[in-house]
């Protein structure tokens, strides 16, 4: 086996620890400061520090870096954590915008980049509950 045979996980293209820390930081950034995202920002507590902190540990467990996610909380069960919330098409929106402005800032790598907006903009369509 060479080592182009081995899988890259998204994890290590985008750049490990430090990348996931940056987007999710500047996600959250942009949610509290965009007017477009005010519509997820008031779904959300007043303090991001815990929530900041549980999607860094989920992007870094989905994106094939270490299980710091399940480890704590189990399986994500992502729809069911979030049934208590109404998201339709304006939050999903609303939280891609976020998303793809912190993704834009934080991963230089164009394709990965692409990838990752790719697979989580179907993350957020399935996460619609309305």
């Known amino acids: 086996m060479t080592a182009s045979d081995v899988a890259v996980s998204m994890f290590e293209r985008i750049g490990g620890s430090a990348t996931i820390d940056a987007l999710v930081d ?15 920002r008031a779904i959300h507590a007043a303090d991001l520090g815990p929530i900041r902190d549980v999607l860094k540990r989920y992007l870094t467990e989905w994106t094939g870096g270490s299980r710091l996610y399940s480890v704590e909380k189990g399986h994500p069960r992502l729809r069911q954590r979030h049934i208590g919330f109404a998201i339709g098409d304006a939050e999903r929106d609303a939280w891609m915008t976020c998303m793809r402005g912190a993704l834009e800032e934080t991963v230089s790598d164009a394709a990965a980049r692409q990838d990752l907006d790719r697979a989580l903009s179907g993350l957020a369509d399935w996460m619609r509950n309305r």
């Open 26 to 40: 500047r996600f959250y950034e942009r949610m509290d400061t965009l007017p477009e995202a005010k519509i997820i």
